[in-house]
């Protein structure tokens, strides 16, 4: 299921649940992305440091250390044109304007399903 606006692409998986960064993983390798992951805020943060070569970030809001909203505010004082998504369990009135707000570029709402996510990414690539 190789994807060919994503397998040039390189992701960064953040996400603390184990099972929740398996299941992405699992997802995105398909694609022929090229993947990274952590765990936490502040791994987020020197990843995207670290790999200035990152196209996509998929941020889980609930972190620990710092939450996505911190992880993706200072991500954006040194990448400005990284797509952020955000990942969350929450879809209430309102959250998307605060996600939006915070510096992300969109958010995909848990239970996240396959085709839903590579067609976000896809989506959010093509409008480069």
């Not at 992405?24 to 990843?47: P, V």
């Not at 998929?58 to 040194?78: C, H, N, S, T, V």
């Not at 848990?110 to 990414?121: N, R, T, V």
Request: glycine share 4%; aromatic share 8%.
């Amino acid at each position: 299921m190789e994807n060919e606006y994503l397998r040039t692409k390189k992701i960064l998986i953040v996400e603390d649940d184990v099972s929740s960064r398996l299941y992405l993983n699992k997802i995105l390798e398909r694609t022929g992305a090229s993947l990274l992951i952590a765990c936490d805020g502040r791994e987020a943060i020197a990843a995207a440091k670290a790999n200035p070569d990152i196209d996509i970030i998929l941020l889980d809001i609930q972190l620990p250390f710092i939450d996505g909203y911190g992880a993706a505010k200072i991500i954006r004082e040194f990448r400005s044109d990284v797509i952020i998504i955000a990942q969350t369990a929450y879809s209430l009135l309102g959250d998307r304007e605060k996600i939006i707000a915070s510096g992300f570029d969109d958010y995909i709402v848990k239970p996240i399903f396959p085709q839903q996510l590579i067609e976000k990414l896809t989506n959010a690539v093509r409008r480069l």
